[in-house]
């Protein structure tokens, strides 16, 4: 009765946060931060591209500090631990159920201008960081709503309540995005593609394809195990992990990827020719007046899209801002490639899995899965049938995204909690959420999904009127940082934080170290 009240109202409320209020305020800050940068992820995009991706044997880029910072390449890492999760696997596969292959152009044009989102968030968390008792750096977007839209006049009170809500609402993202889908998820493919019929058969509540079993309490109780040693152990073991795996498991994935796309390679014309026609011109298995359809597509796309890139939502921010990086375009410009690796390349893979392999009808728009969480496993079957070896593969690689998500998002809800009880008791939140790993695995699929959309439009409206309304200063700060390292404009003096004495500091660094 509880979980059917809960339901009923977060379907009321996520219906009006992404089809009144969300998908529109993403794609128009996402449009305004392009344009007001001058397209810099297009009209830079060699430069981006070097500075980060590029930049991987620069000493600077992937050293590791006695402090407590942690190098860009860590916290790119990490953010994409949080970031690359089962939204770019079942996240991609649901898109395509509910929106057709056109859901897929969306969630492109999301990403799109969804980067420069990401690097004006990066880029504010940098200028507005600062230490906190235990020398650690802490930024984010409560930082940069009080101290710079609250520096604006009339401002200082309402930037107190939004960094406030923010940091509520991240608490909250950070159980939902953060963990209740992402073991939710991992519970559900393992018990499917590694089946132990004695523990898979004891059901304890749940019908049909929403069953909870006595292996998803098996499998959350290893989940929190294996995330206490590593959440309780702070930041740097957190980010120590994520650049082991995140690599490996992103590589994995593409390889595995592109094995089946290259079985499929006749089809991928047609995928494209899909992915493009249905974004105007949908299937008619999605039902509806033109109008109507056309909308929903659309909604989907963006709101997968956000699901998977986070752009907009403010929260990689808070694992950027403990970067050792002096620049803060420097890690804005991470913050572009970022989003670009988690959309353009895995969500893109996974589409085009599912749209070459058979089990998506690129005509008609159904499928032969049962349903979205499968749909993937179903397309790897195709080609690696052996055993299941393609659902088995499916499974450990949703188990290595969505684990990492959950330390990611833990880092998140750390910093959140930090920003509002202090940091000596931040230990109580990664208690608490350990213990929503279970949780996670004993709700129903969907409603954790429906959870997590909702929590992340709650988190978002407060950090997109952060951004907006500091977009002035994002323009100088990349102004600057163009002028003197792309222009190479001589006696121009750095913007690097807006505390005097961080600036100092910065500038010192900044004269003494070979970053650029």
């Known amino acids: 009765m509880f979980l059917e009240k809960l339901t009923q109202y977060n379907d009321i409320v996520n219906t009006f946060i992404w089809t009144k209020t969300g998908v529109w305020l993403l794609i128009a800050v996402g449009v305004l931060m392009t344009c007001f940068t001058q397209f810099f992820q297009v009209s830079h995009f060699k430069h981006w591209w070097k500075s980060t991706i590029g930049s991987l044997f620069n000493k600077n880029v992937i050293s590791h500090t006695k402090e407590k910072a942690i190098s860009p390449f860590q916290a790119l890492c990490t953010a994409l631990a949080a970031t690359i999760g089962t939204g770019n696997i079942a996240g991609v596969a649901a898109a395509i159920c509910l929106g057709g292959a056109g859901a897929v152009f969306w969630m492109w044009i999301a990403a799109f201008f969804g980067m420069m989102t990401n690097y004006s968030e990066n880029i504010l968390g940098i200028y507005f960081r600062r230490k906190n008792i235990d020398g650690e750096w802490s930024g984010g977007a409560m930082y940069y709503i009080k101290d710079g839209l609250g520096s604006k006049k009339g401002c200082k009170g309402i930037a107190k309540v939004l960094a406030v809500l923010f940091s509520v609402f991240a608490i909250l993202a950070s159980f939902g995005i953060g963990c209740l889908s992402q073991t939710n998820k991992i519970a559900s493919n393992v018990t499917q593609a590694f089946d132990i019929k004695a523990l898979s058969g004891v059901v304890l509540y749940g019908s049909g394809n929403n069953t909870v079993t006595l292996y ?90 956000v699901f998977s890139n986070e752009a907009g939502l403010g929260s990689s921010v808070m694992v950027h801002s403990n970067s050792n990086v002096i620049e803060p375009v420097q890690q804005g410009m991470w913050g572009i490639f970022e989003v670009f690796a988690d959309t353009i390349i895995v969500c893109t893979m996974t589409a085009l899995v599912i749209l070459t392999s058979g089990v998506y009808n690129l005509v008609t728009g159904e499928i032969t899965a049962s349903s979205d969480a499968v749909l993937v496993g179903a397309a790897f079957d195709s080609v690696f049938s052996w055993g299941g070896i393609g659902s088995k ?43 929503m790993i279970m949780v996670g695995v004993l709700l129903t699929s969907s409603l954790a999904w429906d959870i997590s959309d909702t929590f992340n439009g709650f988190m978002m ?29 001589k006696d121009v003096k750095p913007m690097l934080s807006a505390f005097p004495e961080i600036q100092k500091v910065e500038e010192e660094r900044l004269k003494s170290s070979d970053v650029l």
């Open 216 to 305: 998803s309490v098996v499998i959350g109780a290893i989940l929190m195990i294996l995330a206490g040693a590593i959440i309780l152990g702070g930041l740097k073991r957190i980010a120590s992990f994520a650049e082991k795996v995140v690599p490996f498991m992103v590589v994995m994935f593409v390889i595995g990827s592109l094995i089946i796309i290259g079985v499929n390679f006749r089809h991928i014309g047609a995928a494209f020719g899909a992915i493009f026609k249905n974004a105007f011109t949908p299937t008619a298995a999605i039902g509806g007046g033109v109008g109507t359809v056309i909308s929903k597509v659309m909604t989907q796309g963006f709101k997968r899209g």
């Open 461 to 489: 409206v407060p950090n997109l009127i952060g951004v907006v309304s500091l977009s002035g200063l994002v323009i100088k700060l990349t102004k600057n940082y163009v002028d003197r390292n792309i222009k190479n404009k």
């Open 393 to 435: 593969f499916i499974a450990i690689a949703m188990f290595l995204f969505a684990f990492t998500t959950v330390l990611g998002w833990s880092h998140y809800g750390t910093k959140a909690w930090e920003y509002l009880f202090g940091t000596k008791s931040t230990v109580v939140f990664k208690v608490i959420h350990i213990c």
